[in-house]
C-alpha cells in the first residue's frame, strides 16, 4: 500500500470505535460464543481501543510539539532575513507566487 492511499490514523481509530460498538452487541448477543469466552473478548477489544486512543494522545502532543519547534525555528529563520513571521496562509500565497514566477 503506498502512503497516498493510506488512511489516516485519526480516520482509523473512529472507523475501530464504531465497529467495536457493533462487535461488542454481536459477541453479547451470540449463542455460538460460549459464556466464558465473551468475557476475555470483549476485554482483549476494549483494551485494544483504549491503548490505540492513549497512543493517539500521545502522538498528538508530540506532533504539537515538533510543529511548534519547526515554526519556531522557521520563524527565527525569516527574522533573521528580515521577513515577516511565517503564518500558514503566508506560506500558501508564497508558495503559489514562487510555482506562478517559474
Known amino acids: 500500500m503506498r502512503n497516498n492511499d493510506r488512511v489516516s490514523r485519526k480516520k482509523v481509530l473512529w472507523g475501530?470505535?464504531?465497529v467495536?460498538?457493533?462487535l461488542k452487541w454481536?459477541?453479547?448477543t451470540s449463542e455460538v460464543i460460549p459464556n466464558s469466552e465473551k468475557g476475555p473478548l470483549l476485554e482483549s477489544l476494549t483494551d485494544a481501543h483504549r491503548t490505540l486512543v492513549k497512543a493517539d494522545r500521545v502522538e498528538d502532543r508530540y506532533r504539537k510539539e515538533e510543529t511548534g519547534q519547526l515554526e519556531s525555528w522557521f520563524n527565527n529563520r525569516r527574522a533573521a532575513e528580515g521577513k515577516k513571521p511565517w503564518k500558514e496562509r503566508r506560506l500558501v500565497d508564497e508558495l503559489i507566487r514562487a510555482i506562478l514566477k517559474k
Do not use: C, G, P, R
Request: proline share 0%; net charge neutral; hydrophobic share 45%.
Open 26 to 28: 454481536y459477541i453479547e
Open 20 to 22: 467495536l460498538k457493533h
Open 16 to 18: 475501530f470505535s464504531i
